[in-house]
């Protein structure tokens, strides 16, 4: 089992900057993948931004140049800065870790941006 606590989220005005923070505990040597999702009411969860166990990083077209993910040295904790931020880019925001057998999910932190 992997249990992930997301933190972070909050209230700014658009062409502000936020960072959030994953922080995984539980059978972390097992996961291969650790990636942010974010949903809005009525939408699919959609993909932002994931790192690899290798150290491999894939973002949204959405997102590209403005947000970045990054891992802490101990490789548990998984950032996403959000910079130059856009009222498109209200949601709830997920943590996710894939393992070989299933993925986890966070309960999520919302980032509301103002116009």
């Known amino acids: 089992q992997v249990q992930l606590v997301e933190s972070g989220g909050g209230s700014v005005q658009a062409g502000g900057s936020l960072r959030l923070s994953c922080v995984a505990s539980?059978?972390?040597?097992?996961?291969?993948?650790m990636g942010w999702y974010r949903q809005t009411p009525g939408k699919e969860r959609e993909l932002v931004a994931t790192?690899?166990?290798?150290?491999?990083?894939s973002y949204a077209e959405a997102v590209k140049g403005r947000f970045t993910i990054s891992r802490g040295d101990a490789r548990s904790t998984v950032y996403l800065q959000m910079n130059s931020l856009k009222p498109e880019d209200t949601a709830d925001y997920y943590c996710?870790?894939?393992?070989?057998?299933?993925?986890?999910w966070g309960k999520g932190t919302l980032v509301t941006v103002s116009p």
């Open positions: 996710r870790a894939t393992t070989s057998g299933r993925n986890y």
């Open positions: 539980g059978l972390i040597f097992s996961i291969n993948v």
């Open positions: 790192i690899t166990r290798g150290g491999s990083i």
